[in-house]
């Protein structure tokens, strides 16, 4: 599978160039209309009937409810929203607006954009048939119009003229019906393209104002402080602004909320279905506090399931962030004030020996630096209140590092605290700066330095929180018998859920460095320079691919992969063995499942890299090609593969003999087979050969295996009572089966011995070596306490010719009896 996905990768880079030309020529060739053509006089009957009947059912089409009934109010509330944001600000005044209000009103102006496309979409749904209607209509009525120019030359039937006139009268008079819904379309039409320029025009002007305000940090917008003569309290076109402002806002929260756009409904479901279960493992927590077997909570686990209200807001407001990224901007800062109680409540104790007071002190300069609203139809107070604030921050946070000068750092709370503490000497850093700035006139330089530090240090306190409570919860969700009797939990429950807690952290480490560089202003141009860098096309010949089709490619081959193998564990360990299944199909429908998962999800990479399903003929082509040239083996195992999979001649786990190579299957792949052999080694066998060779299956159908042990006793046996007594030892041997029976055989006539065989069965296949040698032993001593002789073969030797030096020696050496006679003196 990891050649053909290689071999898939080339073909993509080498097809990218092909796939793009194709569709220039689909654009640049679209096919031609059909020509007119004469109607022959065989067919006037039959076509007139049809178009007539045509006819009807467009008129009929006409008279029905015009579908821009519906259509022409959404698109009057789209212009209303244009006109009333064109309204409140002229082009001057946006670059006097705060960041902030501009980028909600970027938001606003991108929710026209995005309901003005829908409605776009919902429109040209509803006109098209009218238009594929009319270009139907006048298709047929030139076809008629030809066909009655052709019947003036010569002697066509006056009835056959009649009807063709006839039927060219009911196809004009259809066309003049569909005329009144088409001209209210086509009006209705320039009227969006009206609606579209304006909208385009009003992102331009917030993104020339956006651009302003991010080149205004780099020079002084205001004298020094100590300069500053216009001290007015109360400017009126401040307050203006301001109100016009509060007006734009609640205008985009009602919009936003009446159209019901995005995951809005997704999260409703979820706040409202969170709540119960959190109530419900807070209960079980508390019951089984008292029960001495439960796995004991941590302290964080119980301050989070011992707290069902502040986690409920806490992950409410972390789902409004998540799942309504373009929601108004006034909505993310009301889910960040609410999210305040919550983040102290829920803030663990390692927490609090790490930070100390600051998440106090974070939350209440997050509190003061939002009530600088109020103070904003004054430039003079509203720096100055600025300037109170960052002194404010400086010293608080000079006042935590004075009072962490001692502290040891050490393990993993060392390094966090490590980095906690590099934080916050970056943050007394960026203070001295903003202070510095506002006191020498560069106002907006210091309001974006102190609001980007004190909101990044808060949002860092709800990002911990958040962690710390689905941890908490992952942890107590493991925790519970019923899912730790898992196969899963119990093989990987602790790196599972070590792998979620860390996926879960390194998602909050990003979003907090997103918000963190969208408040220092500088996501802005990273993305862009990112965006650029990713959409650029490097050519080279007939070679056209950017960098982004293949980070998308191969991002989706990395998921398809990972969410096959999952899902295939998942099959094989939890859903398959609790069904009864025919032998070898859990393994199966494991491992196609597997395979078809990797298929759709490299097609769907590649769909999402830019390809048409349809363009990939050329490069399956291209792999036809080179499996001709020299993956036939490739190709072959991988069929021979699929076979297996249906036919199951052998499954996981059998017990097989495959030329020469005994052992047990441990896994069937698409190309490959390995078996384990009795040795201990892993032996890979091309699933061609497991078609093509002969293969023995020693667990095919069951697991019995048969015993054979042959034996002899001396001459002059008693050959029944030998039987007897081997037949009942064999019966009682542990491991022997009782279906079949046991059978003694008596083989023959041996050169010292009578010969038998046992013949005996066993259901456990793994322990068939120990059960015949027990069987073995037993025999032996069965046979001994009877007092029946095993004979060993022996030879007798007869000497002919004897030397004199041999027979002197074999004078010298004592007799058998003289020997056992000096045995018995001594």
Known sequence: MRVLLACLACLVLSVANAAKAQDVTTLLSPSKPKAPEAITLADIPGRADADERYAEEVSLRAARADPLGRLVPRLAAIEKSVAEKNGLFAYGELRTLPVLRLESMERHWKFDARQYARWRGDMQASVAPYAQDAAELALRRADWELTRQGMAADGTPDALRSRV??????????????????????????????????????????????????????????????????????????????KR????????????????????????????????????????????????????????????????????????????????????LFLHQL??????????????????????????????????????????ASDYLYRLYYLALSLLALAATGWLLWRSRGERYAGVAGRAGQLVHGLAWGGVVILSVAIVANVLGNVSLAEMLTAGIIESGYFALVLYAAVTVLEALLRRLGARPEVRRLWLMRRHGGNLLDTLARWARVAAVIGWIAYTMTRFRIFRPVYDTAKAIVTHRFEYGELSISLGHVLVFSIGVVLAVWVARTLRALLREEVLPRMSLPRGVDNSVASLSYYVLLLVGLLAALSAAGFKIGQLAFMFG?????????????????VS????????????????????????????????????????????????????????????VDQNRRVDVDLGVAYGSDVTRVMQLLQETTRITPGIADDPAPAVLFTGFGASSLD???????????DWG???????????????????????????????????????????????QQQDSTDGDT
């Not at 299957?665 to 002969?694: E, F, Q, W």
């Not at 038998?756 to 793994?766: L, M, Q, S, Y």
């Not at 059960?771 to 030797?797: C, H, K, N, V, W």
């Open 756 to 766: 038998f065989a046992i013949r005996a069965w066993t259901r456990r296949f793994d």
């Open 641 to 700: 593969g699929l076979i297996l999979m249906f036919e199951r001649p052998v499954k996981p786990g059998d017990a097989v003999d495959i030329g020469g190579t005994a052992g047990r299957i441990r896994t069937i792949g698409m190309r490959a087979t390995t078996v384990r052999s009795y040795d201990g080694a892993d032996v890979v066998v091309p699933n061609g050969m497991l078609l093509s060779d002969k293969v023995t299956n020693w667990t095919l």
């Open 245 to 328: 402002e509060v007006q734009q806002e609640n205008s985009f929260v009602a919009q936003y909320a009446a159209a019901d756009v995005g995951n809005q409904r997704l999260l409703h479901v979820l706040q409202l279905l969170l709540l119960p279960v959190l109530l419900w493992i807070a209960w079980r927590h508390r019951r089984r506090r008292l029960d001495p077997t439960a796995v004991l909570a941590t302290e964080a686990e119980s301050r989070v399931v011992g707290r069902p209200f502040s986690t409920w807001l806490l992950l409410s407001m972390i789902g409004v962030l998540v799942f309504e990224p373009n929601a108004p």
């Open 335 to 376: 889910a960040m004030l609410v999210a305040l109680v919550p983040v102290l409540r829920l803030m663990p104790q390692q927490g609090r020996r790490l930070l100390g007071p600051w998440p106090y002190l974070a939350t209440a300069f997050y509190l003061l630096q939002h009530l600088a609203v109020l103070l904003m």
């Open 770 to 816: 120990t059960t015949r040698s027990d069987l073995m032993a037993r025999l032996y001593a069965a046979l001994t306490e009877a007092g029946i002789e095993i004979p060993f073969p022996q030879q007798d030797l007869h000497l002919r010719t004897v030397s004199e030096q041999v027979l002197r020696s074999l004078a010298r050496s004592p007799s058998p």
């Open 622 to 638: 291209a792999l036809g090609v080179g499996i001709g040239l020299g993956l036939q083996d490739v190709v072959r195992n991988f």
């Open 165 to 242: 006139e006839g039927v060219s009268a009911r196809l004009q008079a259809a066309e003049q019906a569909l005329s009144t819904p088409l001209a209210g379309q086509i009006r209705l039409g320039q009227r969006a393209n009206l609606l579209a320029a304006r909208i385009q025009a009003g992102q331009q002007a917030v993104d020339d104002a956006i651009a302003y305000a991010d080149r205004r940090l780099f020079r002084l917008d205001a004298p020094p402080l100590w300069r500053v003569q216009d001290r007015t309290v109360l400017r009126q076109d401040v307050a203006d602004s301001l």
